[in-house]
């Protein structure tokens, strides 16, 4: 998708982090900004500087979770703005334990709002898409996607799912103008990295949520099957542990992941 001015974007997650920074780069795009989340009033607040700066904001207050009234919220949308051009599944949460201490309901509603709910809604907007022959799917992961995170194994499930998903659809799609993309921050400085006000580990690279927000364009422009925010080292790792999944683990250790997660869960 060449230009992105004049689409209607569904961007979840978009009352903080760094969906606020993605809902400002469309909106800089000339792009109609369907804006989801739970939180009424921050929504509003992103809605009107979307305005401000050359796009069109509607925001639309959903609970993800729900993913029974899903269609209900399509159907909304499709009533205002006709079709959904472009979706950026960027809603996901996190919680920090052993394994051994997460209930079910977190298990479930970790993989609800991360992973499924963004399933459930490129299912019911993908058939407009593929009518039309026009279209793109961009799916917010996580390096923890690629590794698995200790103390956040839920989020890295989720995650990994993501990526995976990703990677199979688009293999479906490939005889089409459907596109779809997953992009992978690394730690960023916004958001659900900061909440914990803690330090990155010694030696990630840290980018600023614009890079993400970016990147994200940059994705849906050129058609970037998988972009990876992190630095060359951590790519360097990635792109090893499938051979070698224990020196990953030691890696981690050493550069203090296993420590800062630990650290995470116990507060
Ligand atoms: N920040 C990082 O360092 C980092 C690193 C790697 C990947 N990522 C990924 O980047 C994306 C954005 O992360 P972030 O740091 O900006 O997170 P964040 O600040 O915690 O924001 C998460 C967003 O998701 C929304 N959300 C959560 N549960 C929802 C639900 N049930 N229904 C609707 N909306 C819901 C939240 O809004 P409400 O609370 O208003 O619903 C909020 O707008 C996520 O996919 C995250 O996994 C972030």
Known sequence: MKSIAGKTVLLTGASGGIGVFMARALAKEQATV???????????????EVNALGGKGISIPFDLSKLDELPSLVDKIHQIT????????????????CFQDYTLEDIQSILVTNLISGMELTR?????????????????????GKKGAP????????????????DAVRQELADSQVNISVVCPGYTAAGMFFAFGLPAPKLAKVSQPQDVAI??????KQNQPEVMLDGVLTRLLFSNVQLFPEFGDHIFRWIGIRELNKNRSEQ
């Not at 369907?34 to 009107?48: F, G, M, P, Q, T």
């Not at 989720?158 to 990703?166: D, R």
């Not at 990147?215 to 849906?220: G, L």
């Open 34 to 48: 369907i804006l989801v989340s739970r939180s009424e009033d921050k929504l509003n607040d992103i809605c009107a």
């Open 82 to 97: 006709g079709h959904i051009d472009i979706v950026i599944n960027n809603a996901a949460v996190e919680k920090y334990r």
């Open 124 to 144: 019911l907007i993908l058939p407009g898409m593929i009518a039309r022959n026009s279209g793109h799917i961009v799916n917010i992961a996580s390096g923890s």
């Open 151 to 166: 103390y956040n194994s839920i989020y890295s499930a989720s995650k990994a799912g993501l990526i995976m998903w990703t």
């Open 215 to 220: 990147a994200v364009i940059k994705a849906i």
